[in-house]
């Protein structure tokens, strides 16, 4: 991950979604500290086998991505790779909501998601105006820089469209 080798990382990090781990072990490789959650039991299990194998000291943890404050910390960066785009216009106010909870005021929080522009696009594309409209000051959020990326998928050779959206804590 490009930012954790330029410094682009400050204070304790979530990895919101962590999945399997890589991104969250990764990051801690580097000598960050990281809590990476998810709701499945099972890929966390993986994680953690992963760390334990690799020697890297990471946390992992079950939660709710709707009920990030019952962590109890907040972080001055978090990540969120793969896992906005999975959510309904509806259900985005209160993820939002709960991933404000955990970031401190100035934090940073990074937002790679599917992208809507181009052709074979992956499943939920978002649009810039999407990230924008989830991600306001009066929210409590300030959008910062919205680039065109690529995600890799199982079912995209070159990777998927994507937004890698760096968005502050107001």
């Given at each position: 991950?490009?930012?954790?080798?330029?410094?682009?990382?400050?204070?304790?990090?979530?990895?919101?979604?962590?999945?399997?781990?890589e991104n969250a072990l990764h990051v801690a490789s580097l000598g960050w500290s990281v809590l990476g959650v998810d709701v499945a039991e099972t890929a966390l299990a993986?994680?953690?086998?992963?760390?334990?194998?690799?020697?890297?000291?990471?946390?992992?943890?079950?939660?709710?991505?709707?009920?990030?404050?019952?962590?109890?910390?907040?972080?001055?960066?978090?990540?969120?790779?793969?896992?906005?785009?999975?959510?309904?216009?509806?259900?985005?106010?209160?993820?939002?909501?709960?991933?404000?909870?955990?970031?401190?005021?100035?934090?940073?929080?990074?937002?790679?998601?599917?992208?809507?522009?181009?052709?074979?696009?992956?499943?939920?594309?978002?649009?810039?105006?999407?990230?924008?409209?989830?991600?306001?000051?009066?929210?409590?959020?300030?959008?910062?820089?919205?680039?065109?990326?690529?995600?890799?998928?199982?079912?995209?050779?070159?990777?998927?469209?994507?937004?890698?959206?760096?968005?502050?804590?107001?």
């Amino acid at each position: 991950m490009r930012l954790a080798a330029e410094g682009g990382f400050a204070g304790a990090v979530l990895d919101a979604g962590c999945g399997t781990g890589e991104n969250a072990l990764h990051v801690a490789s580097l000598g960050w500290s990281v809590l990476g959650v998810d709701v499945a039991e099972t890929a966390l299990a993986i994680a953690r086998a992963k760390a334990d194998d690799r020697g890297i000291e990471v946390e992992f943890a079950t939660a709710d991505a709707f009920q990030l404050e019952r962590l109890g910390r907040r972080f001055e960066t978090v990540l969120d790779c793969g896992l906005f785009h999975t959510f309904d216009g509806d259900e985005r106010p209160g993820y939002v909501a709960s991933l404000a909870s955990v970031t401190e005021h100035d934090g940073t929080l990074y937002v790679l998601c599917f992208s809507d522009d181009g052709p074979d696009t992956g499943p939920h594309p978002i649009s810039q105006q999407e990230l924008r409209a989830a991600f306001n000051p009066s929210n409590g959020w300030s959008v910062a820089a919205i680039e065109p990326d690529r995600v890799q998928t199982r079912d995209h050779h070159d990777g998927a469209p994507a937004w890698f959206a760096t968005i502050k804590r107001i």
